[in-house]
């Protein structure tokens, strides 16, 4: 049973606008929330995280948003770039210390 | 700073070799992890280490066991290959404290024939 969803393989989006990746949970006892990114034949890397007494993280270009009661999170990345074209995985985890549970991974295009 | 290394890059085995992928790092953090990474399903939790000398199975163990020697060091090995273990192998390493991002090697790409 999967904890971590990510319900869109893939998405297309135009340069310059805005990219929504999605990502839903089942396991109310997540508490941690991150996103990866991900280059072809490269390491996942960090991008941004999210605890859960927060509903809103930023960091650049890059919004995380958190909705506990819907087991939902999303990540928004504006304006979208060429070179933000790579696979995003989300993740959770009950605390800090604690595995930390990934989703399948949604690949994004960043379209000319 | 190389921060988390991995060996080999690639490897081909037939089936019912054995090899051992070796991973390092830099940074002192105290866990470790192995993953493996396949077409749609994500990353998957192998065996992690909270810190030397300690060992515990993740989400797919099988087939597969672990060696933490030294702070450094964490190491995979796969006793006798099989097809189903073609992947590609991910460390990771989480600080002691902070936020719980893990930092990832390039990762080793394994093909079994």
């Known amino acids: 049973d999967q904890q971590v969803k990510q319900n869109s393989p893939s998405l297309s989006v135009q340069e310059g606008r805005i990219s929504i990746l999605n990502c839903d949970y089942t396991?109310?006892?997540?508490?941690?929330f991150l996103w990866y990114k991900k280059y072809p034949a490269e390491g996942p890397t960090f991008l941004i995280s999210i605890s859960s007494i927060k509903d809103k993280n930023e960091d650049g270009r890059f919004t995380v948003f958190l909705n506990k009661s819907a087991k939902h999170l999303s990540l928004h990345i504006v304006p979208s770039q060429p070179g933000d074209s790579a696979v995003y995985f989300c993740a959770a985890s009950p605390n800090r210390d604690d595995k930390i549970i990934f989703g399948k991974g949604t690949r994004l295009h960043i379209l000319p | 700073n190389a921060g988390v290394t991995q060996t080999p890059k690639f490897q081909v085995l037939k089936t019912g070799q054995s090899m051992t992928l070796q991973c390092a790092q830099d940074?002192?953090?105290?866990?470790m992890y192995w993953y493996r990474q396949d077409p749609g399903m994500g990353l998957r939790l192998i065996y992690y280490?909270?810190?030397?000398?300690?060992?515990d199975k993740g989400e797919v163990p099988n087939g597969y066991n672990v060696s933490r020697l030294n702070k450094r060091e964490f190491s995979l090995r796969l006793e006798s290959a099989a097809p189903s273990q073609t992947s590609v192998y991910f460390c990771a390493t989480l600080p002691t404290s902070g936020s719980n991002e893990q930092f990832f090697g390039p990762g080793t790409r394994l093909t079994v024939l």
């Open positions: 280490s909270a810190s030397e000398g300690t060992t």
């Open positions: 396991n109310s006892m997540f508490d941690y």
């Open positions: 940074m002192n953090h105290n866990s």
